[in-house]
């Protein structure tokens, strides 16, 4: 069964950082496509970075600059460095992993993490 579990959120002053991590287990994690997504209060869900087993990666514009995905895949883990938050960085991060080499293609969530940047 896949399950995917984030840890590192917390409560950080503006400019501050943060390290999330999410740990895969019941996939075959170098077939899927890693990615963080983020939801603010009142808000859609946005992505906010995907890597693909290659390591090749994809920002949104809010996070370029700022913000680093990597993944380990002898850890079946993907991290998200947040640096230089701001309060409009608060949000719950979700993990995502999702395949299209699997039949049927495949798309999991993690359970979120709380983000808060605030004074």
């Known amino acids: 069964q896949a399950q995917l579990v984030e840890s590192g959120g917390g409560l950080v002053q503006p400019g501050g950082s943060l390290r999330l991590a999410c740990a895969a287990s019941?996939?075959?994690?170098?077939?899927?496509?890693m990615g963080w997504y983020r939801q603010a209060p009142g808000k859609q869900r946005e992505l906010v970075a995907t890597?693909?087993?290659?390591?090749?990666?994809n920002y949104a514009n809010s996070a370029k600059g700022r913000f680093t995905i990597s993944r380990d895949n002898g850890k079946d883990s993907v991290y998200l460095q947040l640096n230089s938050l701001k309060p409009e960085d608060t949000a719950v991060y979700y993990c995502?992993?999702?395949?299209?080499?699997?039949?049927?293609?495949?798309?999991?969530w993690g359970q979120g993490t709380q983000v808060t940047v605030s004074s």
């Open positions: 995502n992993a999702r395949s299209e080499l699997i039949f049927p293609p495949r798309n999991y």
């Open positions: 019941g996939i075959t994690f170098s077939f899927y496509e």
């Open positions: 890597i693909t087993n290659s390591k090749g990666t």
